[in-house]
């Protein structure tokens, strides 16, 4: 889920939730990838391989 997303989720400003962020204060995992901001349990949402 992206930042802004999550934020919203969670009745959070956007720009409260990038602040905690940029300080290290976030309350979940969270990486940069590329443009976004990726939050939640990361390791759950990698792309899965089955038939």
Not at 30 to 48: C, F, H, M, N, Y
């Amino acid at each position: 889920m992206n930042l802004r997303d999550w934020a919203l989720s969670q009745s959070t400003h956007p720009q409260t939730a990038y602040r905690w962020y940029r300080t290290g204060e976030m309350l979940v995992p969270a990486r940069k990838v590329g443009k976004l901001i990726l939050v939640g349990d990361l390791r759950s949402e990698e792309p899965t391989h089955g038939s």
